[in-house]
């Protein structure tokens, strides 16, 4: 399984983010999709997932702000991230669950949100 992510960045707070994943080695249309976050020293979160029939869960944290999408032709999944907050800077990781339950994370892309 390879989940690679990009868009990462420097942003100013109240500005925008697209986070793209490019996922191999899964049945990319039967798995949940998602991202999750760390700050150094915290746990992970979960920031958002989408299944397969593109249902989504949002954290408190950023609803209203995220989105999270999917597209199964190109086994792609993305993260729009709007108003960030200087709260949101942290490493994003892309994020899939297969039908057997099993969890996979790929590298990180970091998201500094600083004036």
């Known amino acids: 399984v390879q989940l690679q992510a990009s868009g990462g960045g420097l942003v100013q707070p109240g500005g925008s983010l697209r986070l793209s994943c490019a996922a191999s080695?899964?049945?990319?249309?039967?798995?949940?999709m998602g991202w999750y976050r760390q700050v150094p020293g915290k746990q992970r979160e979960l920031v958002a997932t989408?299944?397969?029939?593109?249902?989504?869960m949002y954290s408190d944290s950023v609803k209203g702000r995220f989105t999270v999408s999917r597209d199964n032709a190109k086994n792609l999944v993305y993260l729009q991230m709007n108003s960030l907050d200087p709260d949101d800077t942290a490493v994003y990781y892309c994020?899939?669950?297969?039908?057997?339950?099993?969890?996979?994370w790929g590298k990180g892309t970091l998201v500094t949100v600083s004036s």
């Open positions: 994020y899939t669950r297969d039908i057997y339950g099993m969890n996979y």
């Open positions: 080695g899964i049945i990319f249309s039967l798995n949940v």
């Open positions: 989408v299944t397969s029939r593109s249902i989504t």
